[in-house]
């Protein structure tokens, strides 16, 4: 057991705990709660974004990725990273202007039914722990492989300390955690690349050359096909990965925590920056990892290759390096899960139960207790379904939440802004078939079925053919949306209040305010 790790996690651990609780002294409203009163700045809220995306899946899992996979990792980077341009153009300033507390706020802007709420809120509960899935696993192998604590029990051990941060601090303390996460991450993943790069004599072209005879895959490492061997089965990934922020709940709540939309455009604009520059530095390290470490040692850690980076941290840097990026991996875990926690409960609290259950009027007070009992559950659940997933890269597990989020949320989002004749039935429609038609294509899919036993969690011939469902769930989506709203629409007429809101919709969305404050203005 190394006990500089322990004391780094320890410390790690303090410091999330001092700013949960002076954060707690600021969380007296359920507006603290949810969205940080709605007061970070640009930059404040581009960090806490970078530190969201910055996740297990990408530090950990695009590494590992590149380490064993090499061209393919990058079908799981640039798709993430250009999917902020779909947010910057198409989604952060309506979702800020008709947006209060969550997703269902912002869709039931427009469609004022409960029905749509709830479909809405079971959407970002569903995806929100599908999300979760990738960051427990990390937790799990960085436990198994530092403090060889067994991978359940660090599972669990991960989810109850996430726990207190959420029920404690709410959004003000989960952003300053998030904030301050990504300033170690983007100085610890600097360190280890500039180290790196000198032990590769900072050959930023020759290690491509080297790459060639570095791994067992020779020259095949940097073409496309060691993993996705079909082109549709990556451009599918791509296609899931480019849309799907756009829909992820606990991307889309961070819009909800600043002033107005030209600091949620502003926000955007920032972690675009902070993402290119921390995605640079990860390929060259997956690169470094492959050739220094090696891809059997990386394989006997971890087979799907999420220890990649703290594996390479304690070659080129020694006790000291390894312990500070494992306990930076670490506060990764906690502050991104701690998020998708509080964007769950929050559906549950503000969207089932107050809006849905007690009709609007539950109490500050009982919305805070109900979020906090709901965090509970989340995580719960979560925990439970990460137990068996040890040998999926974490990478790959977010790509899932990302294609769910790009099937389900996207079209609904979309088409509640810019489509006139959308409608209550064409978004619950399409809300179900995406979210539904996605999962029942992963679960018919190679990453759950194999021929090979043990290979898979099943063992049998694939029904579907791609690793990746995007390519079908988000075409689904859309005419989903489509067909629901035509049908919809004959059945009870493209009626004029329904017209007149949305005109209502399409000026708040543009300007913030709604029709009369445009006039007055």
């Known amino acids: 057991m190394n006990w500089t790790v322990i004391i780094l996690f320890a410390l790690m651990s303090i410091g999330t705990l001092f700013i ?78 008709l947006g209060k507390y969550t997703l269902a706020d912002m869709v039931t802007t427009r469609f004022k039914y409960k029905q749509v709420r709830g479909v809405t809120a079971f959407n970002t509960l569903v995806i929100s722990v599908m999300y979760m899935l990738g960051q427990l696993v990390a937790a799990g192998a960085l436990f198994k492989l530092l403090l060889d604590i067994p991978y359940n029990t660090s599972v669990i051990i991960v989810g ?57 895959m020779g020259a095949d490492y940097l073409k496309a096909g060691i993993k996705y061997a079909s082109g549709w ?35 955007v604009v920032w972690v675009m920056w902070i993402m290119g520059a921390f995605h640079i530095m990860v390929i060259f390290l997956g690169f470094g990892a492959a050739k220094l470490v090696g891809t059997s040692n990386i394989m006997a850690a971890n087979p799907a290759g999420n220890m990649a980076a703290p594996l390479l941290a304690q070659l080129v840097g020694g006790d000291i390096l390894f312990a500070f990026i494992a306990a930076v991996s670490f506060a990764t875990i906690l502050a991104v899960v701690a998020g998708i926690v509080l964007t769950g409960a929050t ?45 999926f890269n974490v990478a790959f597990l977010a790509s899932i939440a990302f294609t769910l989020a790009a099937s389900s949320n996207l079209p609904v989002i979309l088409l509640t802004i810019y489509w006139k004749k959308f409608n209550k039935t064409g978004a619950i429609v399409g809300m179900m078939t ?56 004959r059945r009870t007429g493209l009626k004029t209040v329904a017209k007149d809101n949305y005109n209502e919709i399409l000026v708040k969305s543009n300007t913030g305010h709604d029709v009369k404050g445009v006039l007055r203005h």
Request: with cysteine; hydrophobic share 55%; proline share 4%.
């Open 347 to 391: 559906a549950f609290s503000h969207d089932f139960y107050n809006e849905i259950l007690k009709d609007g009027k539950a109490t500050e007070k009982q919305q805070m207790t109900m979020a906090r009992w709901a965090s509970i559950g989340v995580t719960a659940l979560a925990i439970v379904l990460s137990l068996g997933l040890q040998e």
């Open 20 to 97: 949960t609780y002076f954060a707690s002294k600021k969380t007296k409203t359920a507006g603290s709660f949810y969205t940080a009163g709605g007061g970070l700045t640009a930059r404040q809220n581009g960090l806490a974004l970078a530190g969201d995306f910055m996740s297990a899946s990408t530090f950990l899992g695009l590494i590992g990725a590149f380490s064993l996979t090499g061209y393919d990792g990058f079908f799981l980077m640039y798709g993430a990273l250009v999917s902020f341009l779909v947010v910057l153009f198409l989604v952060a300033e309506p979702l800020r202007n």
């Open 160 to 216: 109850i300390v996430m726990l207190v941060f959420v029920l404690f601090g709410g959004m003000t303390a989960t952003s300053w955690v998030q904030i301050i996460k990504a300033i170690l991450l983007i100085g610890g993943v600097f360190i280890l690349f500039m180290i790196v790069m000198w032990k590769l004599n900072f050959s930023f072209i020759g290690i491509f050359t080297d790459m060639k005879t570095a791994t067992p």
């Open 434 to 489: 995406g979210l539904f038609g996605t999962l029942l294509l992963v679960a018919l899919s190679p990453n759950v079925w194999n021929p090979v036993p043990g290979a898979t969690i099943m063992t049998g011939e694939p029904i579907f053919p791609l690793n990746s469902p995007g390519i079908v769930s988000i075409p689904l989506g859309f005419i989903a949306c489509y067909l629901g709203a035509l049908i919809g629409n």
């Open 233 to 267: 089965d990556a451009a599918s990934l791509s296609l899931g990965l480019i849309l799907g922020t756009a829909g992820l709940p606990h991307i889309l709540i961070r819009f909800l925590t600043v002033p107005n939309a030209r600091v949620a455009r502003k926000s």
